[in-house]
């Protein structure tokens, strides 16, 4: 059986620790594959910016969140690289719990790894963090890291 670890991060300490607890099981266990994916959801952040809906500056926003989405992916995979780990990693925009469960079910990944809390904190007390709707939406085992 091929054992694939998917890692969700957002570039968060909380992720980073997800990434070196991750990266320990890669060590003690034959895993196959592991993959660091980064979610930003631009549409949740979009409705800040309702009065500013310019091509322009909608292109700028869109620009940014890529921009940081792109630099939680290098922060985590440095903890794989540091280690000699060979991980690959993915970006993706949407609800960052329904595009985590989507590729692990479409990547047939044996194991899903979250931080507890990420970025939004806050946004987790009021609707629910991300971490928890993964676990309730994945239909293989989420390990989430304090």
Known sequence: MEYK???????????????EFAAELAAA??????TV??????????????????????EEVDVFFKEKAQEALEKTMEV???????????????????????YAHEGNFSLIVIGSRG????KGIVLG????????LADCPVTVVK
């Open 80 to 102: 794989f690289e540091k280690r000699g780990i060979k991980a690959e990693g993915v970006t993706k925009m949407g609800n960052p719990a329904q595009e985590v469960v989507d």
């Open 119 to 122: 970025m939004g904190s806050l």
């Open 129 to 136: 963090s991300v971490s928890s709707k993964v676990i309730h």
């Open 5 to 19: 670890l998917l890692l969700a991060s957002d570039g968060s300490d909380n992720a980073v620790r997800a990434a």
């Open 29 to 34: 266990a034959p895993i196959i594959k592991i």
């Open 37 to 58: 994916m980064v979610v930003n959801d631009i549409l949740e952040h979009m409705k800040y910016y309702s009065p500013l809906r310019s091509p322009v500056v909608l």
